[in-house]
């Protein structure tokens, strides 16, 4: 793993809401706007760009945490801008805090967590027991 970020280092998506992005259950609409669910992948995709700079060729990361207050909504076809912090580089571990804005308008904010393990290591979790 590569020592190369500090906490207050930024990084920054967007995202464009689609259709299949709403808050929908067993194929009904609950809202026509972002599901939360659709912003945590977003959310772990910004803290993610760090991981993807850090890891070595023989490693991956893997989330530990992730947690999002949802405040606002943001629309199909609204572009959503993520700017994700390193809040603390320990043990592996990326702990990133997050906010999500439309059109400078706050819609959430979070953390997420991502642990850079052997891609080996995580091959031996996630084996099957026979």
Same mark, same amino acid.
């Given at each position: 793993?590569?020592? &190369?970020?500090?906490?207050?280092?930024?990084?920054?998506?967007?995202?464009?809401?689609?259709? $299949?992005?709403?808050? /929908?259950?067993? +194929?009904?609409?609950?809202?026509?706007?972002?599901? #939360?669910? /659709?912003?945590? =992948?977003? $959310?772990?995709?910004? +803290? =993610?760009?760090?991981?993807?700079?850090?890891?070595?060729?023989?490693?991956?990361?893997?989330?530990?945490?992730?947690? @999002?207050?949802?405040?606002?909504?943001?629309?199909? *076809?609204?572009? &959503?801008?993520?700017?994700? #912090?390193?809040?603390?580089?320990?043990?592996?571990?990326? @702990?990133? $805090?997050?906010?999500? #804005?439309?059109? +400078? =308008? &706050?819609? /959430?904010? *979070?953390?997420?967590?991502?642990?850079?393990?052997?891609?080996?290591? &995580?091959? =031996?979790?996630?084996?099957?027991?026979?």
């Amino acid at each position: 793993m590569k020592d &190369i970020f500090k906490p207050g280092d930024r990084k920054q998506t967007t995202y464009v809401v689609q259709e $299949a992005d709403v808050a /929908a259950f067993g +194929g009904q609409v609950v809202h026509p706007v972002c599901s #939360t669910f /659709a912003l945590a =992948r977003e $959310a772990e995709w910004a +803290g =993610r760009q760090f991981v993807l700079e850090m890891r070595d060729v023989h490693e991956e990361g893997i989330g530990t945490q992730l947690v @999002i207050d949802h405040k606002s909504p943001a629309f199909v *076809g609204e572009e &959503i801008v993520l700017t994700a #912090t390193v809040e603390k580089i320990e043990n592996h571990e990326i @702990i990133c $805090a997050f906010e999500a #804005t439309v059109n +400078g =308008r &706050i819609i /959430a904010t *979070g953390k997420t967590g991502q642990k850079i393990l052997s891609r080996e290591k &995580i091959d =031996r979790l996630f084996a099957q027991p026979k």
